[in-house]
């Protein structure tokens, strides 16, 4: 007889998820691009993937800072000051560049305080349970991060009530929270763009919505960071003209190229998430190197550099959104770095990532569960640090693609509506 561990493992190998990848390696051994080790990384956003080198499509290093020398330059600076890791969780100290990334990200924002996480999902799983108790009650768009979506599993087996409401939709927030009255207080979780559709929320009214019903908002603008507002701060201050009433989480990680997540906003909210967040408390901190990182890149944000850092990648995202939408090809996204080519089917989606792969490019081929069944896309990351050449290339392979295979010529409901 098998141990109980060998056989709980074969029982989850054929089960849900699993049993759908583990069809999916078998099916399409070949064409199957995910779980890929990147071999080498050269200059020019080149990487060494199955032995062969090629365009790399697929980093959401916006800004193509991880290749800056002063970034580089700072991580280094932070290991020979610090050490590699603090070795300790921040409810006992904190080294004095977290303090200073914090109270950095603060300022560049315009709110009054900042508090780091080791990820966005961290961020999301600690500050959303954390900030409710079980007289409150959650709620999120329905396309809302996965991340949020687990924030709000935590806090409903802690006895918080949930709900999802239609993306987008005002007024189905607003039903929403009218069907959960009577409640203490209520927060509001929503994604401050929509990477795969390119969509941002109605921020104003969602915040009217969620003030008449004696809610805030609590905005992930992790796609946003660095590439989006006035000094890549983002969507929300752009949008709103304040942070009243909203706390909003960036991303460390992203267009930084550095690592972990944010959650700012009024001090008061900060200094409470500080000790009703567990990840916070019971897990590991940000590692020095990388919090020296994080104010080499927001300086980099503040300084007269950035428009024209920011001015290449929006050049690039045009270029090729523009390029693709020529070719006839279905769009989508385009407002964030992240450019989506509809390809449809499972199996027609893994092989356009091959075909693209084989003319010497790597993409994402994005398939069920992060889309819709028979949605599947090519995703395409745009960094500012691609030439123009390497998106005229890519361009041409895609329309190689295009002539070889039918592509879909309409968006499903499904990607970018309840
Ligand atoms: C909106 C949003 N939230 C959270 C995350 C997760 O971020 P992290 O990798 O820092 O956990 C992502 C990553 O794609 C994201 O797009």
Known sequence: MPAPLDRLIACLANTGMTRF????????????????????IGPNRRIKLRGRWVTNFGSDSFLGLDQDARVKAAIERGVRTWGTHNGSSRAFSSVAPNVRAEQKIAEWLGTEAALIYPSVTLANTGA?????????????DQFAHNSIDDGLKLAKARGTRTAKFSHNDPSALEDALKSLKPYRHAVVAIDGVYSMSGQLPPLAEFRRVAAANDACLYVDDAHATGVLGTCGRGTVRDALGDYDNV?????????????GGFVAGPQTAVDVLKLRSNPLIFGGPVPPPYLEAICTVLDVLNSDEYPALRARLDANVRRLTDGAKKLGLVVLGGLVPIVSVLTGAEEATLKAGKFLFERGFYVQSVVFPAVPHGAGVLRMQVNANHSAEQIDDLLAALEALAHSTALPSKIPAALVAA
Do not use: I
Request: one cysteine or more; hydrophobic letters at 40%; a negative charge.
């Open 21 to 40: 990848f583990r069809r999916l390696f078998d099916d399409y051994p070949d064409l199957l691009m995910k779980d890929q080790t990147v071999e080498e």
């Open 128 to 140: 959303l349970p954390g900030l409710v108790t079980r007289h409150d009650v959650l709620v999120a």
């Open 247 to 259: 706390l909003t989480v960036g991303s460390l990680s992203k267009g930084f190229s550095c690592l």
